[in-house]
């Protein structure tokens, strides 16, 4: 079983920066892809960004691409979500999730563990 522990959101000004983090346990990390999804009250959970076993390999939803860069550290067992020139409509619940299968999923059905979200507002 994967624990996953999401931190770092908060209330931002548009425009502003924020990086989430989540830590994962009860696996080896480097065997696991992961990926941010979002859930802005009365919408669907929808992908954000996904990156592969090894780094190598990312993806991004078409709304976040060249504002938000998703990273991992293997070592540190942790994946983070860089956000930057932050929008309204960016105020989401944001999630964090693990699969063991191979490449970068985009698809939420792909993922097998899920943490308890971390809250993001972003005033205009």
Excluded: H
Excluded at 90 to 108: F, I, L, S
């Amino acid at each position: 079983q994967v624990q996953l522990v999401e931190s770092g959101g908060g209330l931002v000004q548009a425009g502003g920066s924020l990086r989430l983090s989540c830590a994962a346990s009860g696996r080896t990390f480097s065997t696991l892809a992961m990926g941010w999804f979002r859930q802005a009250p009365g919408k669907e959970r929808e992908f954000v960004a996904g990156i592969s076993w090894s780094g190598r390999t990312t993806a991004y939803a078409d709304s976040v691409k060249g504002r938000f860069t998703i990273s991992r550290d293997n070592a540190k067992n942790t994946v983070y979500l860089q956000m930057n020139s932050l929008k309204a409509e960016d105020t989401a619940v944001y999630y964090c999730a693990a699969t063991g299968k191979q490449g970068v999923r985009t698809k939420r059905a792909d993922y097998d563990y899920w943490g308890q979200g971390t809250q993001v507002t972003v005033s205009s």
